[in-house]
């Protein structure tokens, strides 16, 4: 499920770090739990006592990007008191706040390194320069407590889908950069992107992207995901990422959204989607129990408190409470959690990036009868404002196809030709292919709307 990969090492010795595992030790001491003794009666009769440890320092302390962890080897008869004295470790080393965290066999006391500066903790480059021969399928992270680059393999059955949560300024949107950014370089995926905050606009002009742009206005997004839900039955090839950022206030903003998410969730494993959604909370009230549970990987940052933790991870003892902000995450699935700091994209590589591939607006799919209807009602009301009643029924022609026509003509500077109108409609109206005719018309109306003359109309 998660890979890591290629150790860089950052174990740390020197005076800072023993006077910190010292006053730990210490603390253990005035607390009682640092050794015990032991009665222990030879077969002679000769009765001894002896002192056992019960906690013994591991020789190094790991150090993060935010963090210096001291581990501990522990007694389990005193581990569920450690367990309850991080305000006590906190304090002693004269820290805001300190946990205290079981991993296998070792106890790590967590000490949060003060923030300084607004610079990222670790670039995309160099969480990508780790092992830059990341597989299809994988998406970029950031690096793990051990230095190690941490991916996430969306195609592992246990994976598929994933929610980044955290509150404003946790940190997701950049998350989820670095993730796109990493499926874009990787390639041998598509990429949709929804986004009404437009963090990621920059990544949105590469060749990977489907439709070719952001989806950025809630009108836009609920049409977009409308037709990646409606394609569930179609056969496709290959992988397609969906990244939908904001979630919650898609779904406030247009209700149905929350339907085609869910429909999303459901068939996209056996359709090659992958979502990735962003979300400041996460719930099931909001999203449907069904959906939350289809959508087992969570990605965690900053919450406000326990209760927003366990909506987060739907779980009790992961301390997402303690997390930092700024890049600070978790990757939860199931009973595994692991602490990681997301890789930050920079801003001169965003650019360079925009630069490279300018993003353009989306392709915006037909929705095929509320359109053609919007369409002939315009033209009615149009044609009867200037001449009455009657006549035949007006050619509809949809908005959207005039706009892909002038498209076109932007990107190619020259007019497309009516075959490929025809395919343009036939892939994506209902009422089938444009004619030669219609094609013409359509071009005419698209490039010159002002001389154009409906057929047939008696003026
Ligand atoms: N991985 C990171 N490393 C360093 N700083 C970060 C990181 N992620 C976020 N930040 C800081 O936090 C700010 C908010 O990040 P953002 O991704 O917009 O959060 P969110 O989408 O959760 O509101 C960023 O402008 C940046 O200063
Ligand atoms: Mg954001």
């Known amino acids: 499920m998660l890979a ?34 032991e009665r222990v009666t030879y077969r002679n009769g000769v009765v001894e006592t002896k002192r056992v440890d019960d906690i013994t320092p591991v020789g190094t302390v790991l150090v993060t ?18 367990r309850r004295m991080a305000d006590q470790f ?33 670039t995309f480059r160099q969480a990508w320069n780790i092992q830059p021969d990341i597989p299809v399928g994988s998406l970029l992270l950031g690096v793990d407590d051990d230095h190690h680059q941490l991916l996430l393999d969306m195609t592992a059955p246990t994976n598929v889908h994933a929610a980044v949560i955290g509150m404003t300024g946790s940190g ?4 989820m950069r670095t993730m796109i950014l990493s499926a874009e370089l990787v390639g041998g995926a598509q990429v949709a992107l929804f986004d009404p905050s437009n963090g990621f606009y920059p990544l949105s002009g590469h060749p990977s992207v489907w439709r070719g742009g952001l989806f950025r206005t809630p009108d836009e997004c609920e049409i977009g995901l409308e037709a990646l839900a409606n394609g569930l039955g179609r056969r496709r090839e290959g992988l397609l990422y969906v990244f939908v950022d904001e979630v919650p206030e898609l779904i406030v903003q247009r209700p149905r959204i929350r339907e085609y ?26 999203l449907g129990p069904m959906t939350m549970r289809n959508i087992p990987v969570r990605l965690v940052g900053r919450v406000a408190d326990r209760t927003a933790a366990y909506n987060a ?31 930050c994209v920079t801003p001169d590589l965003l650019e360079d990036w925009s630069r490279r591939y300018p993003p353009r607006p989306p392709m915006v799919p037909v929705r095929a009868r509320e359109e053609v209807a919007a369409v002939a009602a ?20 949809p908005p959207s196809v005039l706009r892909e026509i002038r498209r076109y003509v932007e990107q190619h500077g020259k007019e497309p030709s009516s075959n490929w109108i025809y395919r343009l409609t036939k892939a994506h109206l209902p009422t089938g292919g444009f004619n030669r005719a219609k094609a013409r018309r359509a071009l005419e109306l698209a490039l010159n709307p002002e001389a154009y003359q409906p057929q047939g109309e008696a003026r």
């Not at 006077?19 to 607390?31: E, F, G, K, N, T």
């Not at 997701?172 to 998350?175: E, I, W």
Request: proline share 5%.
């Open 4 to 37: 890591w990969n290629n150790p860089l090492d950052r174990k740390r010795q020197g005076t800072h770090y023993a006077d910190r595992m010292h006053r730990i030790l210490s603390v253990c001491q005035d607390c009682g739990i640092l050794w015990h003794d």
């Open 65 to 82: 990007p935010q963090y210096e962890k001291y581990g501990l080897r522990v007694n389990p008869r005193v581990l569920p008191r450690l």
């Open 90 to 122: 906190a304090y002693a080393l004269n820290v805001p706040s300190a946990s205290v965290e079981v991993d296998g066999n070792i106890v790590y006391i967590r000490v949060p390194i003060p923030h300084e500066g607004k610079m990222p903790l670790i």
């Open 172 to 175: 997701k949107s950049t998350l």
């Open 261 to 286: 998410l869910a429909r999303l969730a459901q068939a996209g494993r056996h359709a090659g989607i992958h979502l990735i959604i962003g979300a400041q909370h996460l719930l099931a009230s909001q």
């Open 313 to 343: 991870t739907a779980r009790n003892d992961t301390g997402a409470e303690h997390l930092r902000g700024r890049g600070d995450f978790i990757v939860v699935n199931g009973s595994t959690v692991r602490h990681f700091q997301a890789a």
């Open 378 to 397: 315009v033209e009615r009301e149009a044609s009867w404002g200037s001449g009455g009643m009657g006549g035949r029924p007006l050619d509809e022609i």
